[in-house]
């Protein structure tokens, strides 16, 4: 099955807390929720063990966003070893929440070449999957496609890095990659990301899928800003209809400002092309 919810806790939802935001997803029919800890982590281990509780409770799967603060390209130490604590910091709370990934934004190429920042990255996050294992917390840390160009995260780098770096996934945003460069707006263009996915990671790569989704206002620069999908130009339902063909498994985010309104057209459209099929 592939998976319907929304990025942060529902705006109808009692408080803005993850609690009422899981029983919310559950009330509105929805299957999943992104934990949003992009401006801290500041959730202790009581917490997220009530999380997890709440959502297995309510059958309501869960996934976490790193701080927006990390660069693994920074070009100070300090810098580094910051973004690589924030990003442990998220895995071991998402891990207490019985989430089943981390998704981050991997860094900005700060004029270096991208092969380059592609090295560096690679070094310093490899740091991080292996304090992981050692702590024995098994979670996918899943660096995001990026929106705009000064950032790192083409959906080549991203299968790239998922490749060489065990404990890797990818967290592919089809807004964010349209936003990047104009194209990539048609079921075709869909399909082909999809099966960029299965010829590099194999199709366990798309029974567990990690995906990102919202309108999305862009310009030479590729990312502006977030929009809802009926005031964007996002052909949403031709990439439903590409997940279902490809029979995509695991998680769909939606990140429009009206969250769950958004989700529910997604999920809907995903709905009756599967009963239709
Ligand atoms: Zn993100």
Same mark, same amino acid.
Not at 22 to 30: C, T, W, Y
Not at 97 to 110: E, K, M, N, R
Not at 155 to 165: A, G, P, Q
């Given at each position: 099955?592939?998976?319907?919810?929304?990025?942060? %806790?529902?705006?109808?939802?009692? %408080?803005?807390?993850?609690?009422? /935001? @899981?029983?919310?997803?559950?009330?509105?029919?929805?299957?999943?929720?992104?934990?949003?800890?992009?401006?801290?982590?500041?959730?202790?281990?009581?917490?997220?063990?009530?999380?997890?509780?709440?959502?297995?409770?309510?059958?309501?799967? =869960?996934?976490?966003?790193?701080?927006?603060?990390?660069?693994?390209?920074?070009?100070?130490?300090?810098?580094?070893?910051?973004?690589?604590?924030?990003?442990?910091?998220?895995?071991?709370?998402?891990? =207490?929440?019985?989430?089943?990934?981390?998704?981050?934004?991997?860094?900005?190429?700060?004029?270096?070449?991208?092969?380059?920042?592609?090295?560096?990255?690679?070094?310093?996050?490899?740091?991080?999957?292996?304090?992981?294992?050692?702590?024995?917390?098994?979670?996918?840390?899943?660096?995001?496609?990026?929106?705009?160009?000064?950032?790192?995260?083409?959906?080549?780098?991203? @299968?790239?890095?998922?490749?060489?770096?065990?404990?890797?996934?990818?967290?592919?945003?089809?807004?964010?990659?349209?936003?990047?460069?104009?194209?990539?707006?048609?079921?075709?263009?869909?399909?082909?990301?999809?099966?960029?996915?299965?010829?590099? =990671?194999?199709?366990?790569?798309?029974?567990?899928?990690?995906?990102?989704?919202?309108?999305?206002?862009?310009?030479?620069? /590729?990312? @502006?800003?977030?929009?809802?999908?009926?005031?964007?130009?996002?052909?949403?339902?031709?990439?439903?209809?590409?997940?279902?063909?490809?029979?995509?498994?695991?998680?769909?985010?939606?990140?429009?400002?009206?969250?769950?309104?958004?989700?529910?057209? =997604?999920?809907?459209?995903?709905?009756?092309?599967?009963?239709? /099929?």
């Amino acid at each position: 099955m592939l998976l319907f919810g929304t990025g942060g %806790t529902p705006h109808s939802a009692k %408080t803005k807390t993850a609690i009422d /935001g @899981i029983r919310r997803i559950a009330e509105l029919g929805m299957g999943c929720m992104e934990l949003e800890f992009v401006r801290g982590v500041r959730m202790g281990e009581t917490d997220a063990r009530l999380v997890a509780e709440v959502a297995a409770m309510e059958g309501v799967k =869960l996934s976490a966003h790193a701080p927006y603060y990390i660069n693994f390209n920074a070009h100070e130490p300090e810098k580094i070893r910051a973004s690589q604590e924030r990003l442990l910091q998220t895995a071991r709370i998402a891990s =207490l929440c019985g989430a089943q990934s981390v998704v981050f934004h991997t860094a900005f190429y700060l004029g270096d070449p991208p092969e380059k920042a592609y090295d560096t990255i690679k070094k310093y996050l490899e740091e991080v999957v292996d304090r992981l294992k050692q702590e024995s917390i098994h979670i996918p840390l899943r660096p995001e496609v990026m929106g705009k160009r000064s950032q790192f995260g083409t959906v080549e780098e991203v @299968i790239k890095l998922c490749t060489e770096l065990e404990g890797l996934a990818p967290c592919i945003d089809f807004a964010h990659w349209h936003a990047r460069n104009g194209a990539y707006n048609s079921y075709r263009e869909f399909a082909s990301i999809l099966q960029q996915v299965e010829e590099s =990671l194999g199709r366990a790569a798309l029974d567990d899928m990690h995906i990102h989704c919202s309108g999305i206002k862009y310009g030479a620069k /590729g990312e @502006i800003k977030h929009l809802n999908l009926k005031d964007s130009d996002l052909q949403y339902v031709e990439l439903i209809k590409a997940l279902s063909d490809f029979e995509v498994k695991g998680l769909l985010i939606c990140e429009s400002p009206n969250l769950e309104e958004d989700t529910l057209l =997604l999920q809907e459209t995903y709905n009756d092309l599967v009963m239709a /099929g």
